[in-house]
């Protein structure tokens, strides 16, 4: 009887599997056995193998020789094996000197073996003996330790979680061209008293020792953290950091605290290489954060010079670039605090070689800046100005876009009126281009002119320029644009306006009876088309109650120099004119008014010359020399369309 392989006869108690269940079993089995035996073999994985292979990847890194004696591990079969290296030995890069950079009798580490293979070590416990380690790094930044950490740096690489650290029998030199600090010292660690480093050498040229302490590596596991201090002085120069870690060495996940007290902003920037600049003396504290990639200012306050400021910022690193938002509040501010002493000593030394200036000649280039955006909002409330100054307080905010750097929402109150608009500065190409767009209201010609017994009355004013140049000087002394003031109203000095209407007579009659009587305004009319730092008048009137007088030459921004020449007719009968016009001549800072022939010495007295040949051109006994003494019609101006026109 031939019976069905799938049945099973009557009575029996047994049943075959069928074979494609068995075949699965087995290999599941199989399997089982292949990676039971490959976790035995990850975990007995012999790092001595990977002797070479480390020495010629370090090598090709750090552009130095490198030689390991011995690698090995402690444990026979882990995950964490403590792998133990002995007799390491790196030679400095060819531009860093002669010497070893570093050289270690042993050092052991426990670690997983997988992050091990993947090329990011998850360093558990980290034990060094006999180390020596001679940091370099150059001006321009390039150090012997690039190679190690540049992924923790950058915020990419995973941060040390140490569970121990232990440190003996170790020192350390640091020459750090970039920071200005030259230093040696000792490192010791261990459960019980913590990390100690202790160091003596120079910062910036000045004697500086340097104390670092941490809490026992035990302590991560705290709320509070893994603490530490550090704290380097170096008179005049003096910083203090306290706070926690994560962890031992943890710099991914820190709170701290700063203090930096010193005779410059630039020297705390040595330090922190944040892009500062030199200062009068700082005293300065704050509470920061790092958080992976990022800084979290939440409070920095302190004076610099007579300055006093607080704030807080977000520093983030994204995409290879830094953005940052900030807000900064000064109580009052003194620009001068943004330079130091020897910025201060070479702007008087240049100032006494060529004059004063009005224009400020604050550079401007940005093209050296680094990848770095964002936002800073600030506001200073009381503007502290040697020499006084009718600028009272400034806010606004300062936007960078990939060196495009735009001063947006600008408000600086005067002593009476403010100034709105925007400034930018491309420094994307060579030569910065600058532009601006001012507006001024609600001041007034005393204010800008600072003779209120010679002429007042309500201000508004427009300055649009666009140059290039490094500095602000460099860009209005190249620029294109226009610079108008206008006045729709007020009052003048009646015997001036009787002068700038060359009616001699009206202005001596004046003088005798009131010489401070005010005569109104209808209008004055100070606009300038710029052209190549040249300004010429487009419209220069000013139309009194008595008289109208209309302006011609220039302002030549290169030198802030004035030539400017005023013609006028009296309203009415004048019997005795003037028959030499104004001149205006000195620079923008310290401006002049005669009545000088061009060829005269503007030195010598001459009203009475200018009496004299008004008396004999009107006698018949002399001829004008100046052919375009002609005065503009005495006819009122359209002070409508003129205003409208000049703030266009």
């Known amino acids: ?25 087995l290999l599941l089995s199989l399997t089982a056995g292949v990676i039971a035996l ?14 070479e292979t480390a020495e010629r990847e370090l090598s090709a890194r750090l552009d130095a020789p490198v030689k390991i004696g011995s690698l090995s591990r402690t444990q026979l079969l882990s995950f964490t094996p403590e792998i133990v290296a002995g007799d390491v030995q790196i030679g400095q890069p060819a531009w860093a000197g002669e010497g070893d950079f570093l050289k270690v009798e042993r050092t052991s580490a426990r670690v997983s073996i997988f992050s091990l293979i993947s090329g990011d070590p998850d360093i558990r416990s980290l034990h060094i003996s006999d180390l020596d380690v001679a940091l370099v790094r150059d ?14 740096d950058d915020g990419g690489g995973r941060p040390l979680q140490l569970d121990q650290l232990t440190i003996d029998r170790s020192r350390f030199s640091l020459n750090d061209a970039k920071r200005k600090l030259e230093l040696t010292g000792s490192i010791r660690a261990d459960a019980r008293t913590g990390l100690v480093v202790n160091a003596t050498g120079k910062f910036d040229g000045s004697p500086a020792t340097l104390a670092v302490t941490g809490g026992g590596a035990r302590e991560k596991a705290t709320a509070s953290g893994w603490p530490f201090q550090a704290h380097l002085s170096a008179a005049p120069f003096d910083l203090r950091a306290s706070g926690t870690m994560a962890g031992p060495l943890n710099l991914s996940d820190m709170r701290l605290t700063m203090h930096a007290k010193g005779s410059s902003l630039k020297q705390l920037d040595y330090i ?26 939440d409070r920095v306050e302190g004076t610099i010079g007579r300055s006093t400021l ?14 940052i938002d900030a807000e900064i509040d000064a109580p009052q501010f003194d620009f001068d605090d943004l330079a130091d002493d020897a910025g201060l000593a070479s702007a008087r030394a240049k100032e006494a070689r060529i004059g004063k200036r009005v224009i400020p000649d604050t550079r401007i280039n940005l093209s050296k800046m680094g990848p770095t955006d964002g936002r800073i909002r600030f506001s ?26 735009r001063l947006e929402n600008v408000v600086a109150g005067l002593e009476s009126g403010r100034i709105t608009g925007w400034v930018e500065v491309d420094s994307t190409a060579d030569v910065p281009v600058f532009k601006t767009e ?51 109203r007020g009052s003048m000095n009646r015997a001036a306006a009787f002068v700038l209407g060359q009616n001699l007579g009206g202005a001596i009659r004046q003088e ?10 209808r209008c004055a009319i100070l606009a300038f088309s710029v052209k190549g730092g040249i300004l010429t008048p487009a419209p220069l009137t000013i139309d009194t109650e008595v008289s109208r007088g209309a302006g011609r030459g220039q302002i030549n921004l290169r030198g802030e120099t004035i030539a400017l020449t005023m013609n006028g007719a009296a309203k009415g009968n004048a019997p005795l004119k003037l028959v030499d016009p104004l001149r205006v001549q000195g620079t923008l800072s310290s401006p002049s008014i005669t009545f000088n022939d061009p060829g005269e010495r503007s030195g010598e007295p001459n009203i009475v010359r200018a009496i004299g040949r008004s008396i004999g051109s009107a006698l018949g006994l002399r001829k004008d020399k100046d052919g375009n003494s002609a005065a503009p019609p005495s006819a009122p101006a359209d002070c409508a369309a003129l205003s409208r026109a000049a703030l266009r």
């Open 272 to 297: 922190i290489e944040a892009g500062l600049f030199g200062t009068q003396d700082i005293d300065l504290t704050g509470d920061v954060r790092h958080e992976g990639k990022d800084w979290f200012i």
């Open 380 to 405: 200073a409330q009381r503007l502290l100005i040697k020499g006084g100054s009718a600028f009272r307080s400034l806010k606004g905010d300062i936007v960078l876009d990939h060196r495009v750097l």
């Open 38 to 51: 490959a976790i035995l073999a990850i975990a007995a994985f012999p790092v001595s193998f990977l002797r």
């Open 310 to 323: 607080r704030g807080k910022a977000t520093v983030l690193k994204r995409d290879g670039r830094t953005k």
């Open 139 to 152: 001006e321009e930044g390039k150090s012997n330790w690039d190679g190690f950490g540049g992924k923790q």
């Open 438 to 488: 001012l507006r001024v209201a609600g001041t007034s010609l005393d204010t800008l002119i600072g003779q209120p017994d010679m002429i007042r009355g309500p201000l508004q004013g427009v300055v649009r320029i666009e140059g290039r140049g490094d500095t602000i000087r460099q860009a209005f002394e190249r620029g294109n644009g226009k610079i108008a003031f206008v006045a729709s």
């Open 512 to 521: 005798i009876r009131d010489d401070e009587a005010m005569t109104p305004i």
């Open 1 to 25: 009887m031939v019976t069905d392989p799938g049945s099973v006869e009557e009575g029996d108690s047994t049943q075959t599997a069928p074979p494609s269940h068995r075949r699965l079993v």
